[in-house]
Every structure is written in C-alpha cells, then in structure tokens.
C-alpha cells in the first residue's frame, strides 16, 4: 500500500470511528450524521480545505432553516408547501451543475428531502432532529483537522485538484456525456428536480417514515445528473448496500451477550470500517461500494440497535429490501425522465463546428 494511500486510509478511518465514539459518549440519537459527516469530507480532500468545511456547515444549516420556515408556516397549505418546495429543489439542482456549488446542492437536496420527509409525520419532533445534526456538522470540523494532525499527507497536493463532487460521481463510470454547454446543463437541471419532486410527492403520500435509507439512495443514485452515470452509481449502491449490512449482521451475532459493552461496539465497528475505509480511500468504484458499505453499516446500528433491548436484525434486512427496491425504480424513472427531456430539450452537437471544418 502506498504511503498516501495509507494515510487517507487512516484519516477516513479515524474521522468513522471518532464520530461514532462521540455519538455513543453524548447519547445522539441522530448521531449516525456525526459518523458519516467525516467520513464524506474526509474522502473528498488530502489536506485541510476551510472552503469544503464551511460550504458543508452553511448548506446543513441552511436547509434546515429553509425546511424549518417552510414546515412551520405551510404545512397547512400542501399546495404552497409543494410550491415553496418545488422552488428550494430547484435551486440545490441548479447548483449541482457547477462544481464550486455542487456540495452545497448536494448537501442541500439529500437532507432537505429527509428534514422534509420525517416532518410530516406528526410524531417527529423536528426540532430535536435539527439540533441533532448541526451539531454532527459543527463536530465535523475539529474531528477533520484532528485527522489531518495526527495523520498528515506526505506529498501535498496543489489546491485545484480537489473537488467536491460525491465519490459516487467520480466513478470511471461517471466519466461519460456530462455536457457542459447551455442545453445540455438544463436538461441536467430539470431530470434532478423532476426525481427530486417525484421522491417528494411520493414520501409525502405514503406512509413510509422508516425509509430513510431508501430516500437517502434516491439522491445517491441522481448524483451523476445522468442516465449512465445513475445506472453505475445504481449497480454500486446495491453491491455496497449489501455489503454494509452483512458486515453489521457479523457485528451483532459476534458481539451477542456484550453488545451494551460500548468500548467492544465501537472496537468491532472500528474492525469493519476499517476494510470499507481502505476502499474508500483507492477511489474510483471502490470508494463508491465503500460509501455504500459504511452508510449500510453506520445507520442501522447507530439507530436500530439497542443492546439486550432491540437487534438490527429485521432493520438490516429492511433497509436492504427497501435500498434495493428504491434505485430498481429510481433507475427506471432517471431513465423514462432522461428520455423524456432528450424529446422536448434538442441539445446541440458540443463539436459541431470542429465537424463542419473537417468535412470542408
């Protein structure tokens, strides 16, 4: 293993199992945030990046502001509510063609969808959900730099090389007709919020409020904003869904009786990120199915377990079921609305006079 690469390993691997510790020490039942938070930057960048960190600070808190206004003030009005809806979504899709936005989007679109899912049922408290996650966002920071401290990269790389684009985006697979040109960045645009307002529409009418890892792997799988970029991203989410989850299967039939042992827990979580951990930091696919594999390994035990009390047996195999069932449809949605936008949105050739020069 090269040396880098060992070392992006141990940061990735640090920022999981500290935020973790940190959830178990606090007693966050929304803690899976401080966990996962880490993780996501941590795999983005090989040295501290202010930018990233404040962008992801500012869009957590933001969409949570936004959802907080729109729940308070509209939630007895559903067609102002879907409007004012409808508007934010729109905006995150929008900044999600750019690079220099594309977190902030992100970020935005994929807890917004949540904070606005679980807010309607009337059992939810809202508030203790917010209060849960910007203070996994806020911990975020220290945990990152504290990463950075203790394991520092040996050759430092110029600025311009990090993004922050999900890992799931820069799959080889990704790498395909992203356009860059007016026509082709609308149609990116409207296939994002069309899937954002169906996955909206559809967890507002249905009662599916233990969903929330199907509707986090709706938004996993738009991420490329495009038809063959999805369908990689979909092949990946599966593979490292169900990885995830067998490794926190192995996690509660090998701790058994010690379960409420919290150092034991957060030892044999430690184990298994650490192979997810390796993998994230390779990237390419394998930081994709290592994504997937942590998510898959993170939210069930950090949410569904308790200790002599309740197992994450059945909540493994649902949130599996559900995962699997949620990009199968979100696949084939990204596909009909692809085609649709193809029809109505004629995007110019990008070398079309390159081509004209050629022939004469």
């Not at 090269?2 to 959830?23: E, H, M």
Request: hydrophobic residues 55%; positive net charge; proline residues 3%.
């Amino acid at each position: 293993m090269k040396v880098d690469t060992l070392r992006k390993t141990q940061r990735i691997w640090f920022g999981s199992v500290t935020g973790l510790a940190v959830t178990l020490v606090f007693g966050w039942w929304y803690g899976l945030f401080a966990a996962l938070l880490p993780m996501f930057v941590l795999t983005k960048i090989d040295r501290w990046n202010s930018g990233i960190i404040m962008q992801l600070i500012i869009s957590v808190v933001w969409i949570c502001i936004q959802v907080t206004l729109i729940v308070g003030f509209l939630q007895p009005y559903p067609l102002l509510m879907t409007l004012a809806v409808g508007l934010v979504l729109m905006f995150k899709c929008i900044a999600m063609t750019h690079k220099s936005t594309y977190l902030f989007g992100y970020i935005g679109l994929l807890i917004g969808s949540i904070l606005l899912n679980f807010a309607s049922y009337n059992g939810f408290d809202l508030e203790e959900f917010v209060m849960g996650l910007i203070a996994s966002t806020l911990v975020t920071a220290p945990i990152v730099g504290l990463a950075f401290y203790l394991f520092p990269e040996q050759n430092i790389l110029p600025a311009s090389a990090f993004t922050a684009e999900p890992t799931a985006a820069k799959s080889r697979a990704h790498v395909d007709t992203q356009r860059k040109d007016h026509n082709g960045l609308v149609r990116q645009a409207l296939l994002g919020w069309l899937i954002a307002m169906a996955a909206f529409i559809l967890f507002q009418v249905a009662d599916l409020n233990d969903s929330l890892s199907a509707q986090a792997s709706i938004f996993i799988v738009l991420t490329p904003m495009t038809l063959i970029g999805s369908l990689a991203v979909a092949k990946i989410r599966i593979i490292g869904t169900f990885l995830g989850c067998f490794a926190g299967m192995l996690i509660q039939l090998t701790l058994y009786t010690w379960s409420n042992n919290a150092l034991l827990f957060l030892l044999a979580y430690a184990i298994a990120a650490g192979i997810f951990c390796r993998w994230l930091a390779l990237g390419d696919i394998k930081a994709g199915i290592g994504f997937s594999a942590m998510s898959a390994l993170t939210v069930p035990l950090t949410t569904s377990f308790v200790p002599e009390q309740k197992d994450a047996f059945f909540s493994i195999c649902y949130r599996f079921s559900s995962i699997l069932m949620a990009v199968v449809c979100t696949s084939l949605a990204i596909w009909i609305t692809h085609h649709f936008l193809v029809r109505i949105i004629k995007a110019k050739p990008l070398k079309k006079a390159t081509d004209n020069r050629t022939l004469r």
